[in-house]
């Protein structure tokens, strides 16, 4: 059999996608087909859901923080592993630099459209005619790319069959129509800030995913005979095997809700760099264990501040690691739990581990936003920034982040030992490394070890 493969994507944030998405994988994987699924752009919630309902390790695709050749070859090991392959979308379809539909185009990735019927008729036909037909950002029709690949449009949050029939009848033929999907709060995935509430925090995730994959058994998607073919992404170079300057060294990396935001990809590249990986729960109480360099992972510690501040022995455990110069890597969240104050939602201040002089504290809005880039010993490390905390600190910064529409093309980070200013501020103190930053590792391999070694940053 073939390989099938959709992008699910939509006008907007907030259409439905990841349920979408989701029900594709749990529909087909429950069936036992192969599926791997993937999220276009930088996410570490979305890909919670995916890997809940494809039963499989979930991926993140982004032509610029990931590169097209690493893109190309998560893809092409998908293609050759599954019968199915999901991508689910990012924001809108045309949102961003790449955005969703650049990713489509250059793997031929066929877009599902996700359309959020609940409040239109006829204007529904006009949003797909616009999503299938316009040529993106700052170009014009004679100057357009090539067509999008298309596999169709599912109308969501629909009312009722007749609302479903004036919906159909609003498109062309060639758009595809695929069925519709009700309103329905048993299909809907909680919310929080910064995103989805994390499937494992759920006791009935999996039901409500069930509940999903079985009205969309109910659409014109209902068999994988339905979903379009897929040849795969085209040639692809087998990456070369990066230096092994991790190797023998032992990385604690804690794991739990209040340090969730890991990547699997960035653990495969510090396995492949030669590093031991050893896991970690602060919230249970556990202890650091022996090792060279310690990771502090982004989450939710302002969910967990309390918690966290208690812990007193995990503390001085931290304390001594770094009084005998070894590393220690905090972004985003792990950066708030080393401060001297962490604020949270309500008001309350938290005294916290007080390693990094200052205090943290979470907004009412989104703080930062966007890919960002970091050099390394002359290696740009690509990443992203997502937070709606402030940390406001007496320490100069060694570096600064560089947003991507800044960093293509030229020196992207900053320099070292103090940096330009904008993008993110990245903090060393020591052999602490701190920062709002969250890097894909191998978008520079080499540059993330340098995180985990001894030594100061250049």
């Not at 299938?132 to 090539?146: E, K, T, V």
């Not at 653990?267 to 249970?284: C, D, I, M």
């Not at 982004?298 to 455990?317: F, S, T």
């Not at 009412?364 to 940390?391: E, K, M, T, V």
Request: net charge neutral.
């Amino acid at each position: 059999m073939k390989t099938k493969a959709v992008l699910v994507a939509a006008p907007a944030s907030g259409q439905g996608k990841t349920t979408v998405a989701c029900a594709l994988a749990r529909r087909f994987a429950r069936a036992g087909q192969r599926v791997r699924a993937f999220k276009c752009g930088p996410d570490f919630l979305d890909p919670t859901w995916l890997a809940l309902a494809s039963a499989a390790p979930v991926d993140s695709l982004d032509l610029w923080i990931n590169g097209e050749a690493d893109c190309a070859q998560r893809l092409n090991d998908a293609a050759q592993a599954a019968d199915l392959v999901v991508v689910e979308g990012v924001m809108g379809l045309y949102d961003g630099q790449p955005s969703a539909a650049d990713l489509a185009r250059r793997f031929g990735l066929p877009v599902l459209a996700v359309v959020d019927a609940g409040a239109m008729a006829g204007t529904f036909g006009a949003i797909v005619h616009g999503l299938r037909h316009w040529p993106g950002p700052g170009r014009d029709a004679q100057a357009a790319p090539a067509p999008l690949p298309w596999a169709g449009v599912l109308a969501n949050r629909v009312g009722s069959a007749r609302h479903a029939a004036m919906l159909a009848e609003a498109l062309a033929p060639a758009d595809a129509w695929r069925g519709a999907l009700p309103r329905d709060a048993a299909l809907a995935l909680p919310e929080r800030h910064l995103g989805l509430a994390a499937a494992a925090e759920l006791p009935d995730a999996l039901a409500r995913l069930d509940a999903a994959a079985d009205a969309l058994a109910r659409t014109a998607l209902a068999t994988l005979e339905s979903l379009p073919d897929w040849p795969g992404p085209g040639s692809v170079a087998a990456p070369a095997a990066p230096p092994r300057l991790l190797a023998g060294r032992r990385i604690a990396i804690a794991r739990d809700a209040a340090f969730a935001f890991i990547y699997p990809a960035n653990l495969q590249v510090l396995q492949a760099l030669g590093a031991e990986l050893s896991f970690f729960s602060p919230l249970a109480g556990q202890a650091l264990p022996p090792c060279d360099a310690l990771w502090l992972p982004g989450g939710y510690p302002e969910l967990h501040a309390a918690r966290l501040a208690a812990n007193d022995a995990l503390r001085d455990q931290v304390a001594a690691h770094l009084a005998l110069g070894r590393p220690l890597w905090a972004e985003c969240g792990g950066m708030m739990a080393l401060a001297e104050t962490l604020v949270d939602g309500q008001g309350v201040a938290h005294r916290l581990w007080d390693l990094l002089p200052g205090t943290a504290t979470l907004g009412r809005r989104i703080a930062a936003l966007g890919p960002q880039a970091l050099q390394i010993g002359g290696r740009q490390l690509r990443g992203h920034s997502f937070h709606w905390s402030s940390f406001e600190s007496p320490l100069r910064p060694w570096a600064h982040t560089v947003p991507a529409r800044v960093a293509v093309g030229r020196d992207a980070g900053g320099g070292g030992g103090g940096g330009g200013g904008g993008g993110e501020p990245v903090y060393q103190q020591g052999s602490l490394r701190a920062s709002w930053f969250h890097p894909w590792f191998a978008s520079a391999p080499e540059a993330a070890a340098q995180l985990f070694l001894p030594g100061v940053l250049a």
